[in-house]
């Protein structure tokens, strides 16, 4: 079939239906100096032989996670993921399957986001999960819009230690809602005094963007007795196997990032998000659920359900027209975390805190560095004198991959110039811990 593309009529009558002068007027949110005068001196072609050594010698300018001692997290966490996870989720039959709307011939991919909905309500401890999210952060958004439905009021109040990308997505989404979003520099519990009854949610991060940990139960109460709803972050899915989840805290809304199981860390995405929720807020739950049922013959088979939710039966009455789900990503979390199961969650959680523990302890010996945390998981955040960001290059430099800069995610802050966010996991040795002591020792 031929490409035809539009003429001059056509367009003239789109943008007049939308009511701009030209096509220019659509690139108006754009800075000029962003925008490109010409088109850029790009070679015309290449065969395939040169672009694959062009590619690799800029290929060769990383520094691959597996190579060195990496120590880097702030929302993606390297962890070991079972050779069993690649080579199942690559049988043609899970690699090719896409939306699962004809249930007659989709009950292998039905099959597995029920025991993906299975797995995320037992870890958050919450009553029911959907199919996954795009990610956590879009998650998160779509989290705050559900509150907003749920309590009919329009203002979400954010803790000041939500990852900040979390952050600025809900306000980036909210913003075109026309909805209010109320940064507190407060955090955890200390959000108490800032809950009124215009607040529709609170949302806050458990373990926190700096790693700290707490119970989030007295938040909770003060949330719920204003009527409005919780709303936690986590980041760390691994973390489910040691902290209490959010669901017995008080939480009514739990969105995580779950690439930490399955899921590599392949240069920050396609990731996969997780939503639960309460029984009662389900119908506003965005998303879509694979269900369980019986056909005619009595034998049990999985189907979608409360679909009149969704985007492809009643577009205008949706819960969301942007959301999908993950499914490649999800089969690869519900593998691993199968592989796993609850003692060896449990198991490996213990792991990723003991390791956490040793490099704390080895950090905080090296003269003129801090660690910050009272309480953590297996992430922390450090002070060390000087540019923390200048810091961290000199270890890159010295082969060390050891953290995220608090600058970089919060550019212009004085107070995170300092600040260097480490995360330790399973994959890290005695070896690695005493190497990054030793860099840290000679860079300061």
Known sequence: MRYLPLTPDDRGEMLARIGVKDIDALFADVPNDKLLAKAPDLPRHKSEIEVERALGRLAVK??????????????????HIPATVDHL???????????PYQPEIAQGTLQYLFEFQTQVAALTGMDVANASMYDGSTGASEAVLMAHRVTKRRKALISGNLHPHYRETIETVSRFADDEVVVSTARGNDLAAQIDNTVSCVVVQNPDVFGEVRDLTALAEKVHAAGALLIVVVTEAISFGLVKPPGEMGADIVVAEGQSIGVPLQFGGPYVGLFATRTKFLRQMPGRLAGETVDAEGKRGFVLTLSTREQHIRREKATSNICTNSGLCVLAFTIHMTLLGQTGLNRLARVNHANAIALADALGMVPGVKVLNDTYFNEFTIRVPGDGADVVEKLADMGILGGVPASRLYPGNADMKDLIIVASTEVNTDDDRAAYAAALKEVL
């Open 62 to 79: 990383n520094i691959a996670a597996s190579s060195v001692p990496f120590f880097v997290g702030a929302g993606a966490y390297k962890h």
């Open 89 to 99: 989720i690559q049988r043609s039959e899970f690699l090719t399957s896409y939306t």
